[in-house]
């Protein structure tokens, strides 16, 4: 099972939005509507933003979104804050019931 | 609230054995879908491995199939990861996590390092 596409970077300024995208397959991403996203802080383990495309877990905040068409998923994060800055990871559950991620994005708040 | 410790991690030779343990607590009742994820240091998070709530149904990444053994103990609250053949590239801090059913994983524990190496 190969990894999912992420961009390895991007960056934004504080009050700007990001998009983060999540290329896969047929047989991953476009199979089903379970893509889920992660932040990851240095040092601290994941945390849950995204599940089902574009739910939010409760206490994520709405400035966190997701949306997906075919093979693609994305994470848009609106109104930047400095605490964003983090690694961000897509998930998808697979067509073989188990689960793949990509390979992260590093987002930088400049 | 769900807190997952998982320990076990530490240093095995390759070709070596460890098994990982996840304790968990704060769950109302058993049975939950639970998986196991890997990050090598400095790198990207791998799903490695899941159990059904009743622990009849497991699956594994193609990297640790054959190796690897996901397992759990309800009456303990416990799962665990019996990892055989140990690989340098099985070196990573190794989280576990309740599985939503459909692999969205939270919460997470604070992660366990294996290294593997002579």
């Known amino acids: 099972q190969s990894a999912l596409t992420q961009p390895r970077s991007v960056s934004g300024s504080p009050g700007q939005s990001v998009t983060i995208s999540c290329t896969g397959t047929?047989?991953?991403?476009?199979?089903?509507?379970?893509v889920s996203w992660y932040q990851q802080h240095p040092g601290k383990a994941p945390k849950l933003l995204i599940y089902?495309?574009?739910k939010r877990p409760s206490g994520v905040p709405d400035r966190f979104s997701g949306s997906k068409s075919g093979n693609t998923a994305s994470l848009t994060i609106s109104g930047l804050q400095a605490e964003d800055e983090a690694d961000y990871y897509c998930?998808?559950?697979?067509?073989?019931?188990?689960?793949?991620f990509g390979g992260g994005t590093q987002l930088t708040v400049l | 609230e769900v807190q997952l410790l998982e320990s076990g991690g530490g240093l095995a030779q390759p070709g070596g054995s460890l098994r990982l343990s996840c304790a968990a607590s704060?769950?109302?009742?058993?049975?939950?879908?639970m998986t196991w994820v890997r990050q090598t240091p400095g790198k990207g998070l791998e799903w490695v491995s899941v159990?059904?709530?009743?622990?009849?149904?497991?699956y594994y990444a193609d990297s640790v199939k054959g190796r690897f053994t996901i397992s759990r103990d309800s009456s303990k609250d416990t799962l665990y990861l019996q990892m055989n053949s140990l690989r340098a590239e099985d070196t990573a801090v190794y989280y576990c996590?309740?599985?939503?059913?459909?692999?969205?994983?939270?919460?997470w524990g604070q992660g366990t390092l294996v290294t593997v190496s002579s």
């Open positions: 047929s047989s991953d991403v476009g199979a089903y509507n379970y």
């Open positions: 159990i059904s709530g009743n622990g009849d149904t497991t």
């Open positions: 704060g769950l109302v009742s058993g049975g939950y879908v």
């Open positions: 089902d495309v574009n």
């Open positions: 996590a309740k599985d939503g059913g459909t692999r969205r994983f939270d919460p």
């Open positions: 998930c998808s559950y697979t067509v073989s019931h188990t689960a793949v």
